[in-house]
């Protein structure tokens, strides 16, 4: 094996390419910003690595023993390349090229998913390739130079695009840190996470629960509700790739818990969606968070979460829950959740 190195410098760039997808992922707050800027430099270092291992990945593909002795294998290998190409590939493009989607899915989603699926290709080749991780590969002092310079190389490719896109007025200096691409228009997009669905909802039946670890159970009419016209300027982020600032107006949850009387210990609140759907929110998140009946001076609409939806600055679009019908009080923290929806 003539690089051992690259495959453990792969293993580890692509590990950290995901946690820090990840923290993007779910977050929208500034303070992640660095997050974001070291998934790009990572991704650069990928591609740095790749031209770096290029005489030997050819040289692989061109043996006519591999292919014999392993051609099954190699194959694998083979769609594991292209995957990961294909991943740098659409993150560029999406980086610098502007908005695009395919099948109705936005180069963003696309990126992410096919990063997702390739794990068990890279745990397979991880394991297949297992040798290069022997300390004498690890403990080997050149490593550490050429750590050093992947990190360079990574860095300095990362600020020439993004210069370059700044300097051409290209479509990409526009996005946001997240990677979203502004929405000005009057309206803004109507998302859904998965499976669902804009549902019917009667403002004259409907009712807001606020209950459990709580003193006072309560609940509010749409009428009571409405009458709140507390106002913030927040951004909505939503992971398929667009963000828009809007002005929104209703009630902070901190006056719905005080109202309530969250008991001591208590450790998070559960917002649920008249769908089903639902996200925690820890005491903290919640004492910043609002309960929107308004945006931009109109009521909700429908698609938008008529009659009530979670406006919460520092979380992606996926928290900000819409048709909420209930917040519970909880005696557990907000980790007893899937870090990601999965309904």
């Not at 995957?83 to 908005?99: E, N, P, Y």
């Not at 998070?268 to 929107?292: D, H, K, P, Q, V």
């Not at 996926?318 to 899937?338: A, C, E, H, L």
Request: glycine fraction near 10%.
């Amino acid at each position: 094996m003539r690089f051992p190195w690259a495959n453990i410098l792969l293993v580890a760039l692509v590990v950290a390419e995901l946690l820090t997808g990840y923290l993007g992922l779910t977050h929208s707050n500034p303070e992640w910003i660095g997050a974001m800027h070291l998934h790009r430099i990572f991704g650069f270092a990928i591609l740095a690595l790749f031209a770096w291992k290029s005489r030997n990945i050819l040289g692989s593909l061109k043996s006519a023993h591999n292919w014999r002795t392993a051609g099954r294998e190699m194959l694998w290998s083979l769609l594991l390349l292209g995957g990961l190409l294909a991943v740098m590939g659409l993150g560029l493009a999406w980086s610098h090229l502007g908005h695009y989607s395919w099948l109705g899915f936005s180069g963003t989603t696309l990126h992410l998913n096919l990063a997702w699926a390739l794990i068990p290709l890279l745990a397979w080749h991880s394991l297949r390739h297992r040798v290069s991780f022997r300390t004498r590969y690890l403990a080997d002092r050149r490593n550490l130079l050429r750590v050093g310079a992947l990190a360079l190389a990574g860095l300095l490719l990362w600020r020439t695009a993004e210069l370059a896109g700044i300097l051409a007025a290209g479509p990409g200096a526009s996005r946001r840190y997240t990677g979203s691409y502004p929405e000005t228009g009057a309206d803004f997009p109507v998302t859904m996470w998965l499976n669902d669905k804009v549902p019917f909802v009667d403002a004259n039946r409907w009712r807001l629960r606020v209950g459990g670890y709580v003193e006072r159970p309560f609940e509010m009419d749409a009428a009571e509700f409405q009458s709140w016209r507390h106002r913030v300027t927040a951004t909505l982020d939503c992971t398929g790739g667009w963000y828009t600032v809007r002005q929104w107006e209703g009630i902070p949850v901190r006056e719905l818990l005080a109202r309530a009387g969250a008991k001591p210990g208590a450790g998070s609140i559960t917002i649920r969606s008249r769908t089903g759907y639902f996200r925690r929110y820890s005491l903290a998140e919640a004492n910043r968070a609002m309960l929107a009946s308004r945006v931009d001076g109109a009521p909700l609409s429908a698609g938008h979460g008529f009659p009530a939806r979670m406006v919460e600055p520092h979380k992606r679009g996926y928290d900000w829950v819409k048709w909420v019908d209930s917040i519970t009080v909880n005696d557990t923290g907000k980790f007893w959740q899937p870090p990601l929806p999965l309904t």
